[in-house]
C-alpha cells in the first residue's frame, strides 16, 4: 500500500465520517483552564486541515479530553496522520493511544457506528502493511495489535455490547 493507497484511504475514512456533525464544543471546557484550552485548539481547526503540531504530544494531547463526539469528529484527522507522518511527525503512538484507552467496547468505541468501526480497522491493517518496521521501532506493535483486537475483530458485533 502506497502513498496513493493512502490517500485513497484518507478518502474513505472521510467520507466515511462524513456525516459527524461538529460540535459546537469538543471537550468539557468549563472543567478546567486544560480542558478550555484544548477545546479552543480543536475549535480553531478542521479535521482536513488540523496540524500535527495542534494535536501536541502524548503528555499534552487534547484528543485525551475530547468528548466522543469530538473524537469521532476528528477521527479522520488522526488517521490522516496516523497515515502520513514519519520521523518527528509520527503519529502512530497518540493515535492508537486515542482508540484503544479503556479497552474492549470503551466508550468511544460504542459512539462508533459499525462502519466507522471499519474503516478504523481497515487503517489498522494499513498501518501494519506499510509502517510495521516504523512501530516496531517506536515499540508501538503490542499497542497496535492490542487497537487490531478491538477494532476489527468487533468492528459491526453489535451483540457484543
Not at 8 to 21: D, H, P, R
Not at 115 to 143: G, Q, W
Request: hydrophobic share 40%; net charge negative.
Amino acid at each position: 500500500m502506497g502513498s496513493s493507497a493512502h490517500r485513497n484511504l484518507i478518502e474513505k475514512v472521510a467520507a466515511v465520517f462524513a456525516q459527524v456533525a461538529r460540535p459546537d464544543h469538543f471537550t468539557d471546557y468549563t472543567h478546567c483552564c486544560e480542558c478550555a484550552e484544548h477545546d479552543d485548539t480543536l475549535r480553531a481547526h478542521a479535521p482536513d486541515s488540523i496540524p500535527r503540531e495542534a494535536l501536541g504530544h502524548a503528555r499534552w494531547d487534547p484528543m485525551t479530553f475530547a468528548t466522543d463526539t469530538g473524537f469521532r469528529y476528528y477521527l479522520p484527522a488522526m488517521i490522516r496522520l496516523a497515515l502520513t507522518g514519519s520521523g518527528d511527525d509520527y503519529y502512530i503512538d497518540q493515535f492508537l493511544s486515542q482508540i484503544v484507552r479503556d479497552g474492549p467496547r470503551n466508550s468511544r468505541w460504542c459512539a462508533c457506528t459499525p462502519e466507522e468501526r471499519s474503516v478504523v480497522a481497515e487503517t489498522l491493517y494499513a498501518l501494519v502493511e506499510t509502517r510495521a518496521a516504523e512501530i516496531e521501532n517506536n515499540l508501538d506493535a503490542d499497542r497496535l495489535m492490542q487497537a487490531i483486537d478491538i477494532w476489527a475483530d468487533s468492528a459491526g458485533d453489535e451483540s457484543a455490547l
